[in-house]
């Protein structure tokens, strides 16, 4: 038997940990009180035995990748995105590109699509390899138990510092941490009001705490993007750079640009941040494997700063993460509101129904893929999956904008830190998935750290 055959067999023997979904009909009102704590604890666990399962009233939870693809990408692709999503995140994001609809979306798209094109990552590359240098290196001199819960968004939190919020004279890098931790612990804290759609001028109970995380996060992107503006730097050095020079060819008003700039840093941090986490959680309970990605990318970049072009050099790592986002989707749910009739292999939708994406139950449904919830990576180093079984971005038009930034930052990050450093299990339990704003684990993710 080969070494491969060997090692899946014993690979067999371990189950990555799971989320427990609703095994019982779950009544609107525990659905708004549970999906506030854990939006796992809401969906049906026939949705990952069934591609298709008719919720109360009138939700529709689909698997079915042909239905995912039709209502993404064919009938229902200009579906808008569920009230209840707006109300959740609105506040923090305004009315950038994840929230806005029509006319106002598709040019703030086309505005910004250029910033996330292949040729600017080798930049941002850069900034994202200094960041995984520095992780690494902490890591190598405090070897021992890590949450690597912790570590994971510290390392996206640097990275937001460098690429927008860097060299700044106004804004110091401590302001920006203190703020962000801040912003991103208001937004992640999801109101019982707005998952139940009553009136928004209704006080929702972190308002009492106070929305100064989101003013002060709306008053340090603007002053950085102002000074920015002023400064006038001749080539892009970074993120909010090529932003800047977006807006020279196509002009929006400032607190549009404020709204995109924090939808940006939210899209990019605890959506990478969990990835990477749950990665190096799943190469610390498959050694074998977490051996033989380190060997790729000591092939391919033994010394020096990992670089973009150093990338095409890894497919193991590259179907690691994938298979990761497959098991640990960070954005595990979405949801949109049907505007008028359609009918998709016999299921009739009307206008005002719900239709919920469980993507964490799509990629681990048992009626599309083999073994749903071991982890095999090896699954992406062939062909494709079928187009809507496979969705961690979405899909049509509004498929995450950022998605080659996220899968790049990702895997520059893992491949600077696993280079050096060997994660194994810790004696410490493994806490499971829990879905609020994005999927995270529900507690410390402890994990030993030595020098490989």
């Known amino acids: 038997m080969t070494a491969i055959g060997m090692q899946e067999m014993r690979q067999a023997d371990v189950t990555p940990v799971s989320a427990r979904l609703a095994e019982k009909p779950v009544s609107l009102l525990q659905f708004a009180r549970s999906a506030g704590r854990n939006m796992l604890e809401v969906i049906p666990i026939e949705t990952i035995q069934q591609t298709y399962v008719r919720g109360p009233l009138n939700i529709h939870y689909i698997c079915d990748p042909e239905m995912v693809t039709e209502l993404l990408v064919g009938k229902g692709r200009r579906f808008p995105k569920a009230n209840f999503t707006k109300d959740i995140i609105g506040s923090a994001v305004g009315n950038g590109l994840i929230l806005s ?49 912790q570590v994971a968004p510290a390392s996206t939190l640097t990275n937001i510092s460098r690429v927008i919020f860097s060299g700044n004279e106004e804004v110091s890098s401590e302001q920006i941490r203190v703020g962000l931790i801040a912003y991103f612990n208001y937004i992640s804290d999801i109101s019982l009001f707005d998952l139940m759609g009553l009136p928004k001028w209704l006080p929702r109970r972190k308002w009492l705490r106070s929305t100064a995380p989101v003013t002060t996060m709306r008053d340090l992107a603007r002053t950085v993007i102002e000074q920015r503006r002023a400064e006038g730097r001749e080539e892009p050095q970074d993120f909010l750079d090529l932003m800047i020079n977006a807006l020279k060819e196509d002009f929006e008003d400032l607190e549009t640009t404020v709204d995109n700039l924090l939808t940006f840093v939210v899209a990019g941090h605890e959506t990478s941040a969990n990835a990477m986490a749950w990665g190096y959680y799943l190469l610390a309970l498959y050694p074998e494997m977490q051996h033989r990605i380190r060997d790729e990318i000591r092939t391919a970049c033994p010394e020096d700063k990992i670089e973009f072009s150093h990338l095409e050099h890894m497919p193991l790592l590259r179907a690691h993460i994938k298979e990761t986002l497959r098991l640990y989707p960070s954005a595990a749910f979405f949801a949109r509101d049907a505007e008028e009739t359609v009918e998709i292999k016999g299921i009739k939708i009307e206008p005002g129904d719900a239709l919920f994406f469980p993507v964490y139950s799509l990629h681990r449904n ?65 806490p499971e998935p829990v879905l609020t704003f994005t999927m995270r684990a529900s507690g410390p993710m402890m994990l030993n750290a030595a020098r490989a």
């Open 101 to 149: 609809e029509g006319e106002k979306w598709r040019k703030q798209r086309q505005r910004y699509s250029p910033l996330f094109a292949a040729r600017n990552l080798p930049v941002l590359s850069r900034h994202f390899a200094e960041t995984g240098s520095e992780i690494a290196a902490s890591l190598a001199e405090n070897e021992g138990p890590v949450d690597i819960a």
């Open 366 to 430: 048992e009626k599309l893929w083999e073994e749903p919830d071991q982890y095999r990576p090896q699954r992406f180093l062939g062909a494709p999956p079928p187009r809507g079984q496979y969705i961690p971005f979405g899909d049509g038009p509004r498929i995450c904008i950022g998605a080659q930034y996220a899968e790049t930052e990702i895997m520059v990050l893992m491949a600077s830190v696993l280079r050096d450093i060997h994660f194994s299990m810790s004696s410490a339990p493994m």
